[in-house]
């Protein structure tokens, strides 16, 4: 079907002569576009047959477009890497299947040093076809790297006993058993070491060294029956590097090709014997001039470099070994190695900046590299390779190294730079791709990190605009978790932190229920650390309090995390004035809630109670028992002034119960038992309302009793006039985390001389970049 197809479309081209009627008439028929350097690599290796193609793409039909969703076609791509590699795929396209498929690739992945990215993975198996193609295009890229060693590894010079060494001996002549440290060439020595280690006679070791060491390179890279001698090898040669350096002087070349293929070996260990045997060589050169012919090993086509290249990708755990031979090499040769050679192999942007990436930490001439302003060269080519006609891969690896170069090189990244990366940081994080927001927000994550450790004075600048990313992706609930979880970690870190900047904006947006905001248990997370931080203030104290208490009479999900966090609140500022204001107007709003939910419930008769779910009923019954339960916590805390003001309330209501619904509540008479004697607090009650009744004619014996208890007119508008500077500065949103309908606040809070949960009056939002600084100035 798919030849008469493409028959059909050849006519049509040969007729028109039209390549933009071409390309239209493709896009009828196919979806998926492979870039040509990739359609011809996996011809070249027999992975796929011919494909339709025009000057720019070869395009794939649906069925094939499915196997490369699925991961079928990587399966295939691994097999030419290894025909060990045996990837377990099942045929289909449903999400399921694809995940089952691309889990086992990423297994197999590994086997060949190579690990793909969680979030890639995902994206791939939703079909992201920009995220497979770079995907490809690094598998790609590491095939011909490893291929193109082990075929290239020891194109160089032929090594054979007519080299001019200080003596020439004859292969006949060499005696295999004589010890190391007595031979007279290189030639013998290796000729020796391998007959010692491979168990083999002169003239088989020699074979090893034929066809430019082809054979040799082969046991380096894949061993000969395990690695167990290469190793052994190896290592006996890294305890003659001293003896060795004797003979390299006239060839060094010779013995670096020789070595070349360990480093790209599959074992480990063979990687770090031949680094370590490397690196020992070039630290003792005996003469500066023969670095320069290590360099030209180094840099020239099938030379050192590439393998090292390829080392760093496949053996990243010894990255410090390479970078120091890197460094060794290049010292007389920086701008050279790093801006002209690199660029001969790495010669996609990415490729480049990725390998700058991995060495910019730990490169030992760091120094000599900012004195020669390379760090600045490679920021130009970041900044080309952010623009955004790249991949979103490309850009990600483009920020990678901004954040880099302000962690590991601050003095070196001015202010504009600064303000670039800044303003293209917030791109990224608005961009719709949610791999790259989260990248972004990473990166900036661990620069803060970075500079509240070193007291850098833009820590403070880059904690506020977080800040403001949070409140701004409070909506979307995988980004708002990362970042309340990346500032837990900063909470938990940093004891100094401003807190108060992040806590007071986060708790008034958990109060608004616009798009279904809601807490969740890393909000929760995040509480429960500023409830014990050291830096918390009395404000955002009483802030948190009014959102929790909500949270609490509220909320059947949360109301237990809610009561860990009020607890601690309490338990920490219970003396502080303005917190036990709070407290005992919060006891009075939720006893008269409990009076209220329990007339309901007595004057409800049999026929309502049976009508309700037996849901609602355990609610009800529930509701009442968290009342109870927070009193009875509040007044445990022992506060002497504040239980004197909560045991007249109780009582009050224990008296309305008993004489407007004629029964007895045995909650609020097991409260009062913790003041004394219950009966004696009734009856001393019940002689102030009989007080209080017989004044209510007398106006001087009233405003008397009103003194007495303490509810001065002067009190009262104070309690109003905060009440009314809060509503200026902190205007009631338009939804809550309840519904109007079920906030048990909703009368209190609409009379203003009645009592309000929130207290603090008038507090500013605003923090500007001085205040800022002097709070980070003790970090």
């Not at 290239?152 to 007519?162: L, P």
């Not at 001039?289 to 030209?296: H, I, N, P, S, T």
């Not at 900036?444 to 007291?455: H, V």
Request: with cysteine; hydrophobic share 40%.
């Amino acid at each position: 079907m798919l030849r008469s197809k493409v028959s059909t479309q050849n006519n049509i081209i040969f007729e028109n002569r039209n390549e933009n009627y071409r390309i239209k008439y493709y896009k009828l028929f196919f979806n998926m576009k492979l870039d040509l350097d990739i359609y011809q690599w996996l011809v070249k290796i027999n992975v796929l047959q011919e494909l339709p193609i025009n000057n720019l793409f070869a395009h794939v039909d649906q069925a094939l477009e499915e196997q490369f969703l699925n991961g079928i076609i990587i399966s295939q791509i691994l097999k030419q890497f290894d025909q060990k590699i045996d990837v377990d795929v099942k045929q289909g396209n449903s999400n399921g299947i694809r995940l089952f498929n691309w889990n086992n690739v990423c297994r197999s992945l590994q086997q060949i040093n190579i690990t793909l990215d969680d979030d890639i993975k995902i994206s791939i198996v939703k079909g992201d076809f920009q995220m497979l193609m770079q995907f490809l295009k690094e598998l790609k890229q590491h095939y011909e790297l490893a291929f193109y060693i082990e075929e290239q590894v020891s194109t160089t010079t032929r090594f054979d006993s007519q080299q001019n060494e200080p003596q020439e001996i004859s292969i006949d002549e060499i005696d295999p058993e004589k010890p190391l440290n007595q031979t007279q060439s290189l030639l013998e020595f290796i000729i020796v070491s391998l007959c010692k280690h491979f168990t083999l006679k002169p003239k088989q070791a020699v074979t090893l060294l034929n066809q430019n060491y082809k054979q040799l390179s082969n046991v380096l890279i894949k061993g000969n029956k395990g690695f167990k001698n290469v190793i052994n090898w190896l290592m006996e040669l890294s305890k003659y590097i001293n003896h060795i350096i004797k003979f390299v002087t006239y060839k060094i070349d010779i013995l670096l090709t020789l070595l070349k293929a360990g480093l790209v070996s599959q074992s480990n260990e063979v990687c770090y014997w031949t680094l370590y045997i490397i690196e020992g060589i070039l630290i003792n050169l005996p003469q500066k001039e023969l670095l320069e012919d290590v360099y030209a090993w180094l840099v020239r086509e099938h030379g050192g470099l590439i393998a090292l290249i390829l080392s760093q990708q496949r053996h990243h755990q010894y990255l410090e070994q390479i970078c120091k031979i890197y460094s060794i090499v290049s010292q007389y040769n920086v701008v050279d190695f790093f801006d002209v050679q690199l660029r001969k192999i790495l010669k996609s942007g990415k490729e480049y900046i990725d390998f700058i990436n991995g060495i910019i930490q730990i490169i030992p001439i760091r120094d000599q590299m900012q004195e020669l302003n390379l760090f600045e060269l490679f920021a130009s080519h970041a900044i080309k390779l952010f623009e955004t006609k790249h991949t979103i891969m490309e850009r990600m690896t483009a920020l990678k190294y901004f954040e880099h170069y302000w962690i590991y090189y601050p003095e070196q990244f001015v202010p504009n730079q600064i303000e670039q990366y800044l303003l293209n940081s917030r791109k990224a994080t608005r961009e719709a791709s949610f791999t790259m927001r989260i990248f972004t927000y990473q990166s900036l994550f661990r620069i803060l990190d970075n500079l509240a450790l070193q007291k850098d004075k833009y820590a403070a600048l880059l904690y506020k605009k977080l800040v403001f990313s949070l409140i701004e992706n409070f909506d979307q609930k995988e980004v708002r978790e990362f970042l309340v979880a990346n500032f837990l970690m900063l909470i938990r870190k940093y004891s100094t932190i401003p807190i108060d900047i992040l806590i007071i904006p986060m708790v008034k947006q958990l109060q608004i229920e616009q798009n279904e905001i809601q807490i969740n248990i890393v909000d929760f997370q995040l509480l429960k650390s500023v409830c014990t931080h050291p830096k918390i203030d009395v404000n955002v104290t009483i802030l948190m309090l009014d959102m929790l208490s909500k949270l609490y009479l509220s909320s059947i999900m949360f109301y237990q995390l809610a009561f860990q966090q009020i607890q601690l609140l309490l338990t920490r500022f219970i003396k502080l004035n303005p917190v036990q204001e709070f407290t005992f107007n919060l006891v009075k709003i939720a006893i008269s809630e409990y009076y209220g939910n329990y007339q309901e419930h007595i004057k409800s008769n049999p026929k309502q109670i049976l009508n309700r779910s037996p849901d609602e009923n355990i609610r009800r019954q529930q509701f009442r028992s968290q009342i109870i339960s927070l009193i009875k916590f509040i007044i445990n805390l022992r506060s002497f002034e504040l239980n004197e003001q909560i045991k007249p309330v109780i009582a009050h209501f224990y008296l309305e119960i008993q004489q407007n619904l004629k029964t007895e509540s045995k909650a609020l008479f097991m409260l009062l038992g913790h003041f004394g004697d219950p009966q004696e607090i009734v009856q001393e009650e019940q002689k102030k309302y009989k007080q209080i009744n017989q004044s209510q004619q007398n106006p001087f014996v009233q405003s008397q009793i009103v003194k007495s208890q303490g509810l001065k007119v002067s009190q009262i508008s104070q309690v109003s006039q905060i009440q009314q500077n809060l509503n200026n500065n902190y205007p009631k949103s338009n939804k809550s985390i309840i519904s109007q309908k079920e906030d048990p606040f909703k009368e209190l809070r609409e009379d203003a001389t009645k009592p309000s949960l929130t207290m603090l009056g008038n507090i500013s939002l605003n923090y500007d970049e001085q205040s800022l600084l002097k709070q980070f100035e003790l970090l």
